[in-house]
């Protein structure tokens, strides 16, 4: 995957990547508030699915708790399905927050992977994240699994030209069409414990010795209230049944990193929010450097 082999992804790894590549990642910033309010003002032709499925710039914050006291998050996931099936269109539908985007960025800057695998992009907002890491570094290319295309119609060309593959459909019936080995993966999708035991067992096993993988919404206090915390458990069980460490930017977590991580970026001059959220729910770990390691054990 890389010429070096990668050390475990801590705090002082992010912060030394955050430090080093700081000139390009404030013009990547710049670039992807520029699309971000690109779509939010004029992506969805009306502003009824932009008002739908980005809650975060264009709700106040009371009718956002109010939301999420009173209608179930599965509920809202479907209908933020409904909506896309019924509007087809134009929407970026940021899923994934600042300090966890920048850090996919930044491990793509310092590790420089061949190959990675996105699922699901959604709307896009994470794939122009990874494909600004891939043009940056001047290697690699992005492969992204959906249901639904919409990041088709919302990733500029100049970033997918040559590094970028997307695929229609569930990658459960397209597992012929995965590239082996992946060096990267991204994962922010079903968030259960049927589909992390699936991809801890099909997935993991193809990584690249000391490949990186994310797993968004790993703490996220949304989906710890409602209750749909399957994946989460699943992937933390499997996590210490091999012995692997993680790092995770997620004040409700890791408070002292998520601090530590807002006041080096103010002193870099990469303050300033572009999605409003701050969960930054993900987490990162490297995968075992041997693969006999990896005898898949999930708990449900």
């Known amino acids: 995957m890389s010429d070096t082999q990668l050390p475990d992804i801590d705090l002082a790894f992010v912060s030394s990547a955050y430090r080093e ?5 404030r013009k990547v910033r710049k670039d992807q ?6 779509y939010r003002t004029h992506g969805s032709g009306g502003g009824f699915r932009s ?3 980005t809650p975060s710039r264009l ?17 809202l996931i479907e209908a933020r399905r409904v909506s896309k099936a019924i509007l087809p269109g134009r929407d970026l539908d940021p899923q994934s927050d600042d300090i966890d985007c920048e850090i996919a960025y930044l491990l793509i800057r310092s590790v420089r992977p061949r190959t990675i695998v996105e699922i699901s992009p959604c709307g896009g907002w994470s ?21 639904i295309d919409d990041a088709l119609r919302t990733v500029p060309r100049s970033l997918a030209a040559e590094r970028w593959t997307f695929v229609k459909g569930d990658i459960r019936k397209r597992e012929s069409s995965i590239p082996t080995p992946i060096d990267y993966l991204f994962l922010d999708a079903e968030h259960s414990a049927s589909f992390a035991g699936w ?9 690249s010795a000391d490949a990186i993988v994310t797993i968004d919404d790993i703490f996220h206090p949304e989906l710890e209230r409602a209750g749909e915390t399957g994946e989460s458990k699943a992937v933390l069980s499997w996590l210490a049944d091999h012995g692997l460490p993680y790092f995770t930017a997620a004040p409700s977590a890791n408070r002292e990193a998520f601090d530590q991580l807002v006041d080096l970026r103010q002193r870099l001059g990469l303050a300033g929010r572009i999605h409003s959220s701050t969960v930054n729910p993900a987490i990162y ?4 450097g041997s693969r006999s390691t990896l005898l898949p054990r999930v708990h449900s």
């Open 21 to 25: 590549f700081a000139d390009d990642l």
């Open 33 to 38: 508030a520029d699309l971000y309010d690109q």
């Open 51 to 53: 008002r739908l499925e």
């Open 59 to 75: 709700v106040s914050p009371d009718a956002r708790q109010w939301i999420s006291n009173h209608i179930p998050l599965r509920v």
């Open 127 to 147: 794939t122009t994240w990874l494909l600004s890491g891939l043009r940056d570094a001047n290697r690699g290319h992005l492969y992204s699994y959906d249901l």
């Open 199 to 207: 991809y801890l067992e099909t997935l993991l096993p193809i990584l």
């Open 285 to 288: 770990f490297r995968a075992p």
